[in-house]
């Protein structure tokens, strides 16, 4: 199953309803594929939605749960895996609240900055093929940072990461984008953010 902006929207003002209804507040970061969706427009959908509670994952839960039921979804639409990739040096941005058009909100949602999630993608860097997940094609949002050389994404990893958890894996995955870019820079009509 894969999930568009407007199914997370959906699912996300559905679940801030619930909040609201019982007066709590929710905040959780959306991250990943997830978040390039809601924010940009060169990927359109996500398998599922990644997420991580500041507040009472129990209740996400229940609420995650209640919403999935409504829709036939799977269980596991929205999970917290990603929670392995974040930076104890988050750098975050208010997205949407919802329910929309009420006086306090039932869950608030942020999103990583570009470059904070140029950071994560380039952490995780899966690189499959296929059907096989890769961040490989998310790190478009290089383009969006304005970052050009391998120098430059490496300083920016490091300053949400230490040092000592840049693989080598992540050293070749960013120079095999940077590599791929140039290219296609390097053809006729091409142009940087177009």
């Known amino acids: 199953m894969v999930f568009t902006k407007e199914d997370i929207l959906k699912a996300f003002e559905e679940i801030g309803e619930i909040a609201y209804e019982r007066g709590v507040i929710i905040d959780i ?3 990943g594929g997830s978040a390039i969706a809601l924010q940009w427009e060169f990927r359109r959908s996500t398998r599922d939605v990644d997420i991580v509670v500041f507040g009472d994952p129990q209740f996400l839960r229940e609420a995650a749960a209640t919403v999935a039921d409504r829709h036939g979804w799977p269980d596991n639409w929205i999970n917290d895996a990603v929670k392995g990739f974040v ?4 750098d975050l941005q208010m997205y949407l609240e919802f329910p929309k058009g009420t006086e306090s909100p039932g869950l608030r949602v942020f999103t990583p900055t570009p470059e904070y999630l140029l950071a994560m993608k380039c952490m995780a860097m899966r690189t499959g093929s296929g059907e096989h997940r890769s961040d490989i094609g998310d790190i478009e949002i290089l383009r969006i940072t304005g970052i050009k050389s391998d120098q430059d994404v490496l300083t920016l990893v490091e300053k949400y ?3 000592k958890l840049v693989t080598p894996r992540t050293l070749f995955g960013i120079q095999e984008i940077l590599d791929a870019m140039n290219k296609e820079q390097k053809r006729p009509g091409f142009e940087i953010g177009g």
Request: glycine share 10%; net charge positive.
């Open 29 to 31: 970061g959306v991250y």
């Open 161 to 163: 990461y230490p040092a």
């Open 87 to 90: 930076s104890v040096r988050q």
